[in-house]
């Protein structure tokens, strides 16, 4: 049950775009589209901005977007806002266990 | 509307056991899935285990299995976590979260309850 793999931290001003890796295995992100992405600000319960993938829940933004090549997943966050300045964890459905990623933090500059 | 609710956190020694709780409320426990998230201090999030619906089906990450333990309470609408020869490492946040319509990603999240495992 290793840990997918995400960069530690990614960084943009407002406006741009970054997007953010998720690479795990042909065992979990490249076997399932299962894929969620969750966004955690310092001292608070994770909110999921992704799930299946690429499908948004209602009142997350359409900034938001998710994506998916062979074993590695993508979050991509356009017209930055300071308000997305937090941590970013990819999670992916393994058959007999649930993985996340170790966590990337976005600075906005 | 939709709200969870975890109790039961505390300071333990090595060994010891513990049971959290989560109680739901605005879904149904025998409608969706529950599964359980930690997050030690300055860490990242790691799953934990996964209470489906039937309440048979139950998953465990391997840092845990053998040692916690799933049971749910229809009546009340509670799923509990029972865990035992609690070490160290397994100091940290436990949330849990309600599993959005089988997509295994957590919809709705408690607060959180701090367990601390310390001699």
């Known amino acids: 049950q290793s840990a997918l793999t995400q960069p530690r931290s990614v960084s943009g001003s407002p406006g741009q775009s970054v997007t953010i890796s998720c690479t795990g295995t042909n065992s979990d992100v490249g076997n399932y589209n299962f894929v969620s992405w969750y966004q955690q600000h310092p001292g608070k319960a994770p909110k999921l901005i992704i799930y299946?993938?690429?499908k948004r829940p209602s009142g997350v933004p359409d900034r938001f977007s998710g994506s998916k090549s062979g074993d590695t997943a993508y979050l991509t966050i356009s017209r930055l806002q300071g308000e997305d300045e937090a941590d970013y964890y990819c999670y992916s459905y393994a058959g007999t266990y649930v993985v996340f990623g170790g966590g990337t933090k976005l600075t906005v500059l | 509307q939709v709200q969870l609710v975890e109790s039961g956190g505390g300071v333990v020694q090595p060994g010891g056991s513990l049971r959290l709780s989560c109680v739901a409320s605005?879904?149904?426990?025998?409608?969706?899935?529950v599964h359980w998230v930690r997050q030690a201090p300055g860490k990242g999030l790691e799953w934990v285990a996964f209470h489906r619906h039937d309440g048979i089906t139950k998953l465990y990450a391997d840092s845990v299995k053998g040692r916690f333990t799933l049971s749910g309470d229809d009546s009340r609408n509670t799923v509990y976590l029972q865990m035992n020869s609690l070490r160290l490492d397994d100091t940290a946040v436990y949330y849990c979260t309600k599993d959005r319509d089988n997509t295994w990603a957590g919809e709705y999240w408690g607060p959180g309850t701090l367990v601390t495992v310390s001699s």
């Open positions: 605005g879904f149904s426990i025998t409608r969706s899935g």
């Open positions: 299946d993938v690429t």
